[in-house]
């Protein structure tokens, strides 16, 4: 069974286009699903939400958030996209957390530079900043196996 999702990301003003595999879905996590030989893996979009939930059968495997994701009364410079939360066990227990208390720029799994050069000077993607990256438009979603 593989997962394949292409998607184009606006980060500052250029655009990046992700391939599987060379992002952070290639910390392990495709081999992970791929290993379940039989899954029945769906795709649930919520377009409002800006997320993807990615289910085997009727259990949640992960939720990929394309949209912009902002906490409840938190300030805007905390807004982010493409990333996944919550990323679940074989139990059900949920492995990763959203704006949590001690690091409220954490978010999931996800990709990020630590140093961008642009424009004459350092900024990176890490930490609340001017640059992140945003989600422009799917350009295939697929499961085959």
């Not at 994701?69 to 982010?80: E, K, N, T, V």
């Amino acid at each position: 069974m593989i997962i394949r999702t292409t998607l184009m990301t606006k980060l500052g003003k250029g655009l990046m286009k992700h391939h599987p595999g060379r992002a952070a879905l290639g910390l392990g996590l495709v081999g992970w699903l791929a290993a379940a030989a039989f899954a029945q893996f769906t795709f649930v979009e919520d377009a409002k939400a800006g997320t993807v939930l990615v289910l085997d059968g009727q259990t949640p495997i992960l939720m990929y958030r394309f949209g912009d994701q902002l906490a409840p009364d938190f300030d805007r410079s905390y807004i982010r996209s493409c990333y996944i939360h919550p990323l679940f066990a074989p139990d059900g227990r949920t492995l990763t957390d959203d704006f949590p208390d001690d690091h409220l720029h954490h978010h999931g799994v996800f990709w990020t530079w630590p140093v961008v050069r642009t424009r004459g000077r350092d900024v990176q993607t890490w930490h609340p900043a001017p640059l992140r990256q945003r989600f422009i438009r799917w350009l295939s979603k697929d499961v085959s196996g």
